[in-house]
Nanobody
Framework: QVQLVESGGGLVQAGGSLRLACTAS????????MGWYRQAPGKQRELVAS???????NYADSVKGRFTISRGNAENTVYLQMNSLKPEDTAVYYC???????????????WGQGTQVTVSS
């Protein structure tokens, strides 16, 4: 069994900052790319940022220069530092990871349960 657990969401005023964290746990041999997606009401889920196991990053144009994705010292942890938040950043943020299972050695893609980020104007 593998779980992704997010934390750090909440309510913040425009211009403020939040830091999201996601930790993968369970029967894990290795973790490759980890990322953050978001879904606003009535919209499709979209990629916010991703980071490979080697540290290469990718950002949506809408968050470049404001958000920073990083991995923790523990391989199975990923963070999203969000600065200069705007009301349009309001969404449920989901953690995503490519994980190799310990016993089977098979790679699967997993999602967290989501954490709400609300930015007030």
């Amino acid at each position: 069994q593998v779980q992704l657990v997010e934390s750090g969401g909440g309510l913040v005023q425009a211009g403020g900052s939040l830091r999201l964290a996601c930790t993968a746990s369970g029967s894990i041999l290795s973790t490759a790319t980890m990322g953050w997606y978001r879904q606003a009401p009535g919209k499709q889920r979209e990629l916010v940022a991703s980071i490979t196991s080697g540290g290469s990053t990718n950002y949506a144009d809408s968050v470049k220069g404001r958000f920073t994705i990083s991995r923790g010292n523990a391989e199975n942890t990923v963070y999203l530092q969000m600065n200069s938040l705007k009301p349009e950043d309001t969404a449920v943020y989901y953690c995503n990871a490519d994980i190799q299972r310990l016993r089977t050695l098979v790679w699967y893609n997993y999602w967290g349960q989501g954490t709400q980020v609300t930015v007030s104007s």
